[in-house]
């Protein structure tokens, strides 16, 4: 069985240590799991290890020999295969092709083979399970899951060098649905059986604890510890990577807790493919929207924010009727955390306090037309606090955040208007756990106090411990909506794909 050992590594920016004599020893048969705060090393770590930065101390040796060529095409010949979320696929191509991207096409007579080609797809695709993508297919018609898998098969295709036999996976299903991660974790298990190694770095708890047999945790560059997922715990490993004690991951709802007032009512309404949504919202309750990918969760969200118009049916606010466009959704009291931070919530080379303020400008100007900036900075100031934003200040450019500090910089602004509803469209997305924690704090806290909140998630976890009640999307259609209390994630998948026995939907 082969072993990668990477020994006392260590690596400097100028004066900030990003590894500080980091020991990491990886073997096949085995999924070890690499846990870590944005900031704690990780990056750094498997950049080293693909051969990309150069340790300024510290060894790599395979099966006990040390590797004095450390490049990509030396890392590559020694069994190493990365893959990404990010895939850069060849959407023109078909599936085949992709697959052949690292290897030469095969050729007859001077001209590609293509059932050659084919044939050679085929069978690495088959060695997964994966007999159901078509090799011939373009890969523009495959889903991110399916072109992942697709991306992992084709390491399968016999090249030069030794045989894969350690994948290095950074947050693979950070842009994968529920389905497609499940799809994943299959082919993960076949190539452990298969005596494969796996390198696993992700955000999401539940799939750590689900996939790993050993979990190693840098804090601050340098390696608190590595040990079998046997003798750890949830707790422990969130403790070690925060340096803090953060307790349960999804904190309880307050003891006593009375209904609030209906403050959104939505009757019967559509956009596009989203159909027939109808239900009614209290304050200070968490109302999760669920469902499989284009089973219309954003749109729902869009739809109630004005930025969709609506096509059918009707909501109200408070007993107001919402009206078209964005700008009045917000003004109305009506908040929204987008999906995207980087392409749809920020200014990333803006101030904190401009981004804040985005929304708000006509209640933040002065004489109608000068905006009050001293206002700006102190409600950025106040509202950083209050989201607990780590930041130099309030004029520090969002681009030099961490993903979790970017997201609270949205949440901040969502707060800026004292909303009464609060939408959130995958809320902790590329958020490290110490944030997350954080913001699901900050959630409960919120809602606490009154704010009703509509949470869409693909992550069944963050559905099922935050939302009180959860609304089933299947189709564009609001199907069902179910309580979340003693609700198991098995339980809740079995609503994505069977009608109910009767109407549940309220």
């Not at 689900?210 to 390696?223: E, I, S």
Request: one cysteine or more; hydrophobic letters at 45%; aromatic letters at 4%.
């Amino acid at each position: 069985m082969h072993r990668l050992d990477l020994t006392g590594i260590s690596r400097r920016f100028g004066a900030v240590a990003a590894l500080d004599e980091v020991n990491l020893g990886l073997r096949a048969g085995e999924v070890h799991a690499l846990m870590g705060e944005n900031g704690a090393g990780k990056s750094t770590l498997i950049r080293i290890l693909a051969g990309l930065d150069r340790p300024d101390r510290g060894r790599i040796a395979l099966d006990g020999t040390e590797l004095r060529a450390v490049n990509p095409a030396a890392i590559r010949a020694a069994g190493l295969r990365f893959i990404h979320q990010e895939l850069h696929a060849a959407r023109g191509l078909s599936v085949a092709e992709n697959m052949h991207l690292d290897h030469p096409y095969p050729r007859r007579a001077g001209l590609v083979n293509w059932r050659a080609l084919t044939g050679a797809a085929s069978r690495a695709l088959a060695r997964l399970g994966l007999d159901g993508l078509d090799p011939r297919a373009p890969m523009s018609e495959l889903g991110a899951g399916d072109q992942m898998l697709v991306r992992i098969a084709a390491t399968l295709i016999s090249g030069d060098g030794r045989p894969p036999w350690l994948y290095v996976m950074d947050e693979p299903t950070a842009a994968l649905t529920s389905g497609e991660s499940e799809r994943l974790f299959a082919v993960i298990g076949e190539l452990v059986r298969q005596g494969a190694g796996v390198l696993y770095v992700s955000h999401r708890m539940p799939e750590v604890l689900r996939l790993a047999d050993r979990v190693t945790v840098l804090r601050d560059g340098r390696r608190v510890s590595g040990r079998p997922l046997s003798e750890t715990t949830q707790a422990r490993i969130i403790e070690e990577m925060t340096g803090r004690d953060v307790g349960d991951l999804f904190p309880p709802r307050r003891a006593t807790r009375p209904a609030g007032d209906v403050v959104l009512r939505v009757d019967g309404l559509g956009v596009g493919r989203l159909r027939k949504a109808s239900f009614a919202l209290r304050a200070g309750e968490v109302l999760g929207v669920a469902g499989v990918a284009g089973s219309g969760r954003g749109a729902l969200l869009q739809a109630l924010l004005g930025t969709l118009p609506p096509e059918a049916g009707a909501a109200s606010l408070a007993g107001t009727p919402l009206r078209r466009g964005p700008r009045h959704g917000w003004a109305n009291g009506m908040a929204y955390v987008p999906r995207e931070r980087r392409s749809e919530g920020l200014m990333l080379a803006r101030a904190i306090s401009e981004n804040i303020a985005l929304p708000h400008l006509s209640a933040l100007a002065r004489l109608r037309y000068f905006l009050d900036h001293r206002r700006q900075r102190r409600i950025a100031k106040d509202l950083g606090a209050e989201v607990r934003l780590k930041s130099a200040s309030p004029a520090q450019p969002c681009e030099e955040l961490s993903g979790g500090n970017q997201q609270k910089v949205l949440f901040a602004r969502a707060l800026a208007g004292r909303p009464r509803v609060l939408l959130l469209d995958e809320p902790t997305r590329g958020v490290d756990i110490g944030a997350r924690v954080e913001l699901y704090r900050l959630i409960r806290r919120l809602s606490d106090t009154g704010l009703a909140v509509v949470l869409a998630s693909s992550d069944l976890p963050e559905l099922l411990g935050l939302s009180d009640r959860i609304a089933v999307m299947r189709d564009g259609v609001l199907a069902e909506i179910v309580p979340a209390a003693g609700l198991s994630e098995a339980e809740l998948l079995t609503h994505f794909y069977h009608a109910p026995t009767e109407e549940t939907a309220a």
